[in-house]
């Protein structure tokens, strides 16, 4: 007879095992009418499963936090189920919920077009209406791969013969369509509703491996409401105007090229900003009791081999062959053969080098380590996108190296720099995340406990609000994310932060302590922009290319209305200039309009527009990007104040004195 305790703490007893549909109902009509799944013990299931033991059971309905994870989920068996109905013929492969949506992967000799999902996509929608109840049948391995063999689902055959041997072969039927699946699903396909798009179509390999055949993928998005839906689209429609990669050709700041793929050519607009946050952040760092070193680009391989990364991250790392010296008849100088180097993927390696050279006390530490490091990783060429996933890329990178006490006021030290950063930035919306031990991962469980605890509690001293992201952490090392929302609200996750007791180990790193005995420092690997690449990137979309004006290549640009106003336009200019402001000077026999409208798009920050009044009166126009109207300001006022603002914010305070 099991007892079934509800989230308010009240129990219900049932003489013989009952589903979720027959708890909801027990509890209220209007809680069944709405019930689209539960959670047994906290583990999300189908509603018609039945309840055999005691448990904590919550029934979940369309409004609650699962729902949206399943409403994609059963979106891609929709999408798979149509499809199969309008192309007979078409193999189904996998089709898993992901972020924003699903997507499902096809096996079809002839390929789907735009006019393809526009009939899915309707089919779809007359499958809700028929509202197919769900059913689920567990299946005898041998039987579901006959089963599918049968109906010409080899890629379904293929999947269940690789499964392990004690895993339940869960086959779901909606309606007498059916699919290998682990589950949960909605009780029937009305629940699903009809916020959802197809989005678009594209190859994929099977189980991602480019020996395999290329299938074809169709992605689509789902959501509770079609208010939800709308604002999603509404999102991407302005994502797409903000898309770093079109701006950055607008504005000329850099451009891409096949023949150095996933490195990028800095224009001279564009290496202006980076100039300028370098600048901002070294100056951040060396207030914070930095100091900043420089480190080679190719190392020997025995370091990789030593730090570990050589096994796991040898296949994204650019490998050189070093030559082993020979006399000139050709015989080696040097027993052995060639050497492996590698252009370095990351600096912490060698940094570990410097804090070795010379002997360490304990009262040298911390040493707060920089370096803008030039880094390599071998990135697959369909993982590259723009600025935000290169091969080639300068990090703000440092290593803290400092005693286990000290790990507490360390990280501290780093959240308020960050924070102080990304205000700068305009960018104060940040989520912490305490990333955990991953699977595959070096160190003892011992080290890592100690590891994940100390950054915990310096978070809980700093008053950070915080969640975990359990097995996400580095391979080394626990370490903290920040997550922040951008001006269309988007995500994106920036800096890092990252506890590690294991590379001084391995890399034998040690300090003298007040005994004169050898310790270990903690490593603490941290980024404020992470890259200078992605964190341009960032900035150009959160902004849509409206850069504040202290990062803007061109501050402001002095235009003319009439060729009479020339002369002053030329010692505005010049004022401006000696006030400290990127100026640009238009003096083309063109329509003010015209300049207008192509500054605009260009991104300049600020229009200042000169005609015979304003020569006359030794005056400004200003006309500030995206904003209406005009302010009329005198020559000498309009430099105080667009020289203030287009001081780095670091800065201001000097230039106010």
Not at 147 to 174: Q, R, T
Not at 181 to 209: E, Q
Not at 227 to 256: C, P
Not at 263 to 281: D, M, T
Request: contains cysteine.
């Amino acid at each position: 007879m099991p007892a079934i305790t509800l989230p308010d703490g009240s129990v219900r007893r049932f003489d013989r095992p009952v589903t979720g549909t027959a708890l909801a109902e027990s509890i209220s009509k209007s809680l069944a009418k709405k019930a689209v799944a539960m959670k047994v013990d906290g583990r999300l299931t189908d509603l018609f499963e039945p309840i055999d033991h005691d448990a904590k059971v919550e029934i979940v309905t369309r409004e609650g936090a699962d729902a949206l994870d399943l409403v994609r989920h059963d979106c891609a068996h929709l999408l798979a189920q149509a499809v199969q109905e309008l192309y007979p013929g078409t193999q189904v492969t996998i089709g898993p919920n992901i972020e924003d949506g699903f997507f499902y992967d096809f096996a079809r000799d002839e390929p789907f077009s735009t006019d393809d999902l526009a009939r899915i996509e309707k089919r779809m929608s007359e499958l809700v209406d028929a509202d197919l109840p769900t059913r689920k049948e567990i299946w005898d391995r041998g039987r579901a791969i006959e089963h599918f063999k049968g109906i010409g689902e080899n890629y379904k055959a293929e999947i269940i013969a690789d499964l392990p041997e004690d895993e339940d072969i869960k086959v779901y039927f909606h309606g007498e369509w059916h699919d290998l699946c682990r589950g949960p699903h909605l009780p029937s396909t009305k629940h699903i509703g009809k916020a959802f798009k197809l989005m678009k179509v594209a190859g994929a390999y099977w189980r991602g491996d480019s020996n395999n055949a290329v299938l074809q993928r169709i992605y689509g998005t789902a959501w509770l409401s079609d208010a939800d839906l709308k604002a999603y689209l509404t999102r991407l429609e302005e994502a797409e105007k903000r898309d770093h990669r079109r701006l950055g050709k607008e504005m000329d700041l850099f451009h891409l090229q096949p023949e150095a793929q996933g490195s990028v050519f800095w224009h001279p607009k564009g290496y202006l900003v980076w100039r300028q946050l370098e600048a901002y952040i070294r100056r951040r760092q060396d207030e914070d009791g930095y100091v900043e070193v420089k480190t080679p680009q190719v190392l020997d391989s025995i370091f990789w081999e030593q730090s570990g990364h050589w096994s796991k991250f040898r296949e994204n790392m650019f490998v050189v062959p070093d030559e082993v010296p020979s006399t000139e008849e050709g015989k080696p100088i040097l027993s052995g053969q060639a050497k492996l180097m590698a252009l370095k993927p990351m600096n912490c390696p060698a940094h570990v080098q410097i804090f070795k050279n010379g002997i360490k006390s304990y009262r040298d530490l911390p040493i707060r380590m920089a370096e803008f490091g030039c880094c390599h990783r071998n990135e697959a060429h369909g993982a590259l996108h723009g600025l935000m996933r290169v091969r080639q890329m300068t990090q703000d990178d440092a290593h803290i190296f400092c005693r286990e006490d000290q790990i507490n006021a360390e990280t501290q030290r780093f959240l308020r720099l960050f924070a102080r950063v990304y205000a700068d930035m305009g960018m104060t919306d940040i989520r912490y995340k305490l990333a955990t031990r991953p699977e595959l991962r070096a160190g003892d469980d011992a080290t890592w406990d100690r590891a994940e605890g100390a950054l915990a509690s310096a978070l809980d001293a700093a008053g950070a609000t915080f969640e975990y992201a359990h097995g996400e952490g580095a391979f080394y090392g626990p370490k903290l994310e920040f997550h922040l929302t951008d001006a269309i609200g988007r995500t994106w996750q920036a800096g890092t932060y990252q506890l590690d007791y294991v590379l001084p180990e391995r890399l034998d790193a040690s300090y003298i302590d007040a005994a004169g005995a050898r310790q270990r420092p903690v490593m603490l690997h941290r980024a404020v922009f992470g890259t200078f690449e992605r964190f341009i990137g960032l900035l150009i979309e959160h902004y849509a290319g409206r850069l504040p004006l202290w990062l803007a290549p061109v501050q402001a640009v002095v235009a003319t209305i009439t060729s009479e106003a020339d002369d002053y336009a030329k010692q505005a200019a010049e004022a401006l200039r000696k006030a400290g402001l990127r100026v640009d000077l238009d003096l083309r026999n063109e329509k003010i309009n015209y300049k207008v409208r192509e500054h605009s798009h260009a991104k300049i920050p600020v229009i200042a527009v000169v005609g015979a009044r304003e020569a006359e009166e030794r005056k400004l126009s200003l006309r500030r990007l995206g904003a209406q109207g005009q302010q009329i300001m005198t020559l000498e006022e309009a430099a105080k104040a667009l020289a203030h603002e287009g001081t780095a914010p670091d800065l201001r305070g000097e230039r106010a004195a």
